[in-house]
């Protein structure tokens, strides 16, 4: 089913749709973390500083539009979100695979505590939880965990 979405830098025009999947991603997967931005802070983001100013990538479906979104930062994999409705196909593994080939000396991010799906997921590519927070060095004031890629 994921040959029919492509993994793409995002464009302009790209930044609603992508912040629209980052909030129903973050709803779905972390109800319990308050989010510290409204969902107009976070479209405006997307638009002002995520798409034009980082490595961001989307996935497209056709038919469906903009279904994940991935940001690099150097040799951190920073925001790695996929439309609720699209998990379990195969998109975070390409995105995943595709941030490795960018970053092939290593890959650092960090998640939540709570998100154990994001744990295991990252733990089965390869990463290595290596730093446990109190959550005091994020927005959300979320306890959060760091994860090292090594090849």
């Known amino acids: 089913?994921?040959?029919?979405?492509v993994l793409r830098r995002a464009v302009a025009a790209d930044a609603r749709a992508a912040a629209d999947v980052w909030l129903r991603s973050f709803a779905a997967a972390l109800p319990t973390v308050v989010r510290?931005?409204?969902?107009?802070?976070?479209r405006e983001y997307f638009r002002d500083v995520v798409v034009p100013m980082r490595e961001t990538w989307v996935a497209e479906a056709?038919?469906?539009?903009?279904?994940?979104?991935?940001?690099?930062?150097?040799?951190?994999?920073?925001?790695?979100?996929?439309?609720?409705?699209?998990?379990?196909r195969g998109l975070g593994d390409r995105f995943v695979a595709l941030a490795k080939d960018r970053s092939p000396?290593?890959?650092?991010?960090?998640?939540?505590?709570?998100?154990?799906?994001?744990?295991?997921?990252?733990?089965?590519?390869?990463?290595?939880?290596?730093?446990?927070?109190?959550?005091?060095?994020?927005?959300?004031?979320?306890?959060?965990?760091r994860y090292?890629?090594?090849?």
């Open 36 to 42: 510290p931005r409204t969902d107009d802070d976070v």
């Open 1 to 5: 089913m994921t040959d029919a979405v």
């Open 105 to 145: 000396g290593g890959l650092t991010l960090w998640t939540f505590q709570v998100n154990k799906p994001a744990h295991r997921f990252y733990e089965r590519h390869g990463f290595a939880a290596v730093e446990f927070t109190d959550g005091s060095g994020n927005e959300e004031r979320e306890p959060d965990v």
């Open 62 to 88: 056709s038919g469906a539009g903009i279904v994940g979104l991935m940001v690099l930062a150097g040799d951190m994999l920073s925001q790695l979100y996929l439309d609720p409705g699209w998990r379990g």
């Open 148 to 151: 090292v890629w090594r090849p």
